[in-house]
Nanobody, 123 residues
């Protein structure tokens, strides 16, 4: 599976961005998909994940109520709608795939990673 993230950019605090992740390969619907983010000097931080057919989602407390993860199985796409952005949301955002029936927040347990897209939120 190959993942390609896009949609990052510069936005003012309070604004919105929508990240996209295009997946290639078979059995996309069998993967749990997640979004993580990373800032310099820090480990990758869990943001959100979505179960195989979108029947369940999980969010980090820091983004709950502001971000929404979704997926379009037919198009092999995963999205992260980010609203009410804050300067502390500034990071490189990565999409990731996990071939499992168990959703986890541990980045080291994900099998596939996209290249990352930079989100910068100005104050």
């Amino acid at each position: 599976v190959q993942l390609q993230a896009s949609g990052g950019g510069l936005v003012q605090a309070g604004g919105s961005l929508k990240l996209s992740c295009a997946a290639s390969g078979r059995a996309f619907s069998s993967y749990i998909m997640g979004w993580f983010r990373q800032t310099p000097g820090n480990e990758r931080e869990f943001v959100a994940d979505i179960f195989r057919n979108g029947e369940a989602t999980d969010y980090a407390n820091s983004v709950k109520g502001r971000f929404t993860i979704s997926r379009d199985v037919a198009k092999n796409m995963v999205y992260l709608q980010m609203n009410s952005l804050k300067p502390e949301d500034t990071a490189i955002y990565y999409c990731a795939g996990r071939q499992s029936t168990v959703a986890v927040r541990d980045a080291s347990l994900y099998d596939y990673w996209g290249q990352g897209t930079l989100v910068t939120v100005s104050s």
